[in-house]
């Protein structure tokens, strides 16, 4: 393994533990030229998998975009990152299960959809904004609508005055 600090091919392995419910091996390696120390991940990876995009381009399948992408929709949400890292395993093994090595980028993000909607509503309503290209809150509306999502939403603006606590709202108040 080639050192990412100053490119040297002779590292030691100096700790090897498995991760991520045993789909990981987490290994701590150190670099005899520079003394530098990094963690790296061995997984299985049963195929090449290569992502047809609605334009018909092909790009192969990148396991860190899938992780970016979903803790984008995470971020600043009260989830631990093991579950987190869980949903992203679990949804790498449905794509290589799959047996095809082509996978259209809708099945990607109906299947990310999927795992956010049952571990985050809040992630799920995120991802699904930038995934559907939500242009205008008429389209969050009918999403959460159709999700049947908007049922605890006050009916009453009063409803929302009362949830803000001792906040000074008056109707002269600029937003």
Known sequence: MRCPFCGNLETQVKDSRPSED???????????????????????????????????????????????????????RPVDQDRVDRMVSGIVRQLESMGETDIPSDTVGGLVMDALKSLDVVAYVRYASVYRDFRETSDFAKFLGDEGLDNDAPEDPKDIRQGLGEQDISPSDDA
Request: some cysteine; proline content about 2%; aromatic content about 6%.
């Open 22 to 76: 045993g789909a990981a091996i987490r290994r701590r390696r150190s670099c005899s030229e520079c003394g530098g120390r990094f963690t790296t991940f061995e997984r299985v990876q049963l195929r090449d998998l290569m992502v047809v995009k609605r334009s018909g381009r092909r790009t192969p399948f990148d396991r860190e975009k899938l992780e970016r992408s979903i803790s984008i929709a995470l971020r600043k």
